[in-house]
């Protein structure tokens, strides 16, 4: 879903949930963070009936609509087409449709809360993307859960996602 969307949050604001501030998975945040678009992303309009590869640097922000993790500070990466899995640490896929206008996410990542305890974020959502493939828009749910996999916090969050 956010198919090189994932690398998209800086820094964290406070979360609601006293304790659990977790650093960024992935967001969809598993995603490598670049300096510039690789060699092999060129900006190049879609065919018919299709939507444009996603190609260069995306800011992600989120809008959480209900739960108790808190909010998420906006994520930037840069893309050269859609990934299928989820990078080392993570795990997980993601799917895009025929047509590259839509995808879908499934991920798990290791990450810390405020005092350094060992969290996995879990993070499921889908997005619809622009013709041109500028921008997106979709939703992720989040849960962070401890070792024993005792849920500390979830949320629900509207992702828009723009190229710069």
């Known amino acids: 879903m956010l198919r090189g969307v994932r690398t998209l949050l800086p820094a964290l604001m406070p979360l609601i949930l006293a304790g659990c501030q977790p650093e960024p998975a992935w967001t ?4 490598p963070a670049a300096a ?7 900006l190049a309009p879609p065919e018919p009936g299709r939507c444009a590869r996603r190609c260069g640097t995306y800011v992600t922000a989120f809008d959480q ?14 893309l050269a087409g ?6 080392a640490p993570c795990e997980g896929q993601f799917s895009v449709s025929e047509d590259l206008c839509s995808s879908q996410f499934d991920i798990r990542c290791p990450t810390k809360d405020s005092s350094g305890t060992t969290l996995a974020s879990v993070e499921r959502g889908s997005l619809r993307w622009s013709t041109d493939a500028t921008k997106a828009e ?5 849960w962070l859960v401890d070792a024993g996999n005792k849920l500390r916090c979830k949320s629900d969050y509207i ?6």
């Not at 969809?28 to 995603?31: G, I, K, T, V, Y």
């Not at 859609?82 to 990078?87: E, G, K, M, T, V």
């Open 28 to 31: 969809a945040d598993s995603l």
């Open 36 to 42: 510039s678009p690789p060699a092999s992303c060129a």
């Open 65 to 78: 609509v209900q739960g108790d993790c808190g909010s998420r500070p906006e994520q930037t990466a840069t």
């Open 82 to 87: 859609d990934p299928s899995q989820a990078p």
């Open 138 to 142: 979709g939703s992720l749910e989040l």
């Open 159 to 164: 992702v828009s996602i723009a190229r710069r």
